[in-house]
């Protein structure tokens, strides 16, 4: 059973920039982290964001063992990231289908920057720097993204490939689609 219920497109916290963490290593920041890595799980996300369940706070989690309803896709692992900041490394920009868990049943054909380096802190406050590329740069991007009020449609180029799973993909299974990009985040 959901703690939470995640935010749905059209919510203003996920129109406005989050407020930065200003302390770590607290038993709210701990409870937080918790409750989003159940929802992310129940949800079967591959990434979730602080104010998706109505957190004002620049906190974001993502990560996946590869599986079997995303057989293309490379595991991540899991991870905290508080106060991110990303930088493109390359002009290289990738397209994939995206979901995400504020916009259920929907995906969208989504360009993102394939190599980037994001940096940010773990819950203890220590710092992370990380060059990620392809489908782990996607869902940094994703995630970050929710931490400065965008939603994946803000970022498409052509609106006729964004609806509804069944519209869009007719009887195909998504395990079938063509492109390991997809999945709820
Ligand atoms: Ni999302």
Redesign the pocket.
């Known amino acids: 059973m959901a703690i939470r219920d995640v935010l749905r497109m059209g919510h203003p916290l996920l129109q406005q920039t989050a407020q930065p963490v200003t302390e770590f290593n607290t038993a709210e920041l701990q409870t937080l982290l918790a409750e989003m890595f159940e929802i992310m799980a129940e949800q079967e996300?591959i990434?979730?964001?602080a104010p998706?369940i109505g957190v004002d706070q620049q906190v974001m989690i993502f990560g996946m063992e590869s599986s079997a309803r995303y057989p293309e896709a490379e595991a991540i692992a899991k991870c905290v990231l508080i106060n991110p900041r990303i930088e493109p490394l390359s002009e290289r920009i990738e397209e994939a289908w995206e979901?995400?868990?504020?916009?259920p049943g929907m995906r969208g054909w989504v360009p993102r920057y394939a190599d980037i380096l994001y940096r940010g802190f773990d819950q203890s406050g220590d710092p992370i720097e990380v060059e990620a590329h392809g489908f782990h740069a996607r869902v940094v991007q994703?995630?970050y993204?929710?931490l400065v009020g965008v939603?994946?449609p803000q970022r498409m180029r052509n609106m006729s490939k964004f609806g509804y799973i069944e519209e869009l993909f007719g009887d195909a299974q998504e395990s079938e689609l063509t492109d390991s990009g997809e999945g709820?985040?």
């Open positions: 996300g990434g979730l964001a998706q979901g995400c868990l504020s916009l994703h995630e993204d929710h939603l994946y709820d985040e």
